[in-house]
Nanobody
Framework: QVQLVESGGGLVQAGASLRLSCAAS????????MGWFRQAPGKEREFVAA????????FYADSVKGRFTISRDKGKDSLYLQMNSLKPGDTAVYYC???????????????????WGQGTQVTVSS
């Protein structure tokens, strides 16, 4: 059974940092693009960040650019999201995702991704 399991969420104050992790099991995604999306209450799931299969390129939503950093560790078959200078507007459930293909047309488009984790809650208080 293929699984993506997120961890690292929590409740923090504005300005704090968190590091989300995503561990894959059941198959390797070392040759596949991966990403993070988030969904706030009452809102659509939105793109946060993505990384190519070889980690040669990264992509970020404008709202997180300069504050968040996506990375991957192929030795651990894991994906990370370092989140700094958190704002109340970052409050959401964060989902790890992976594609079954090596190359994507639109890394920001959630329809490009085939596997999803259950999500981890991030709450930022003001």
């Amino acid at each position: 059974q293929v699984q993506l399991v997120e961890s690292g969420g929590g409740l923090v104050q504005a300005g704090a940092s968190l590091r989300l992790s995503c561990a894959a099991s059941g198959r390797t995604f070392n040759n596949n693009p991966m990403g993070w999306f988030r969904q706030a209450p009452g809102k659509e799931r939105e793109f946060v960040a993505a990384i190519t299969w070889d980690a040669g390129s990264t992509f970020y939503a404008d709202s997180v650019k300069g504050r968040f950093t996506i990375s991957r560790d192929k030795g651990k078959d894991s994906l990370y999201l370092q989140m700094n200078s958190l704002k109340p507007g970052d409050t959401a459930v964060y989902y790890c995702t992976a594609s079954g293909r090596r190359y994507l047309v639109k890394y920001v488009d959630r329809s490009e991704y085939d596997y999803w984790g259950q999500g981890t809650q991030v709450t930022v208080s003001s």
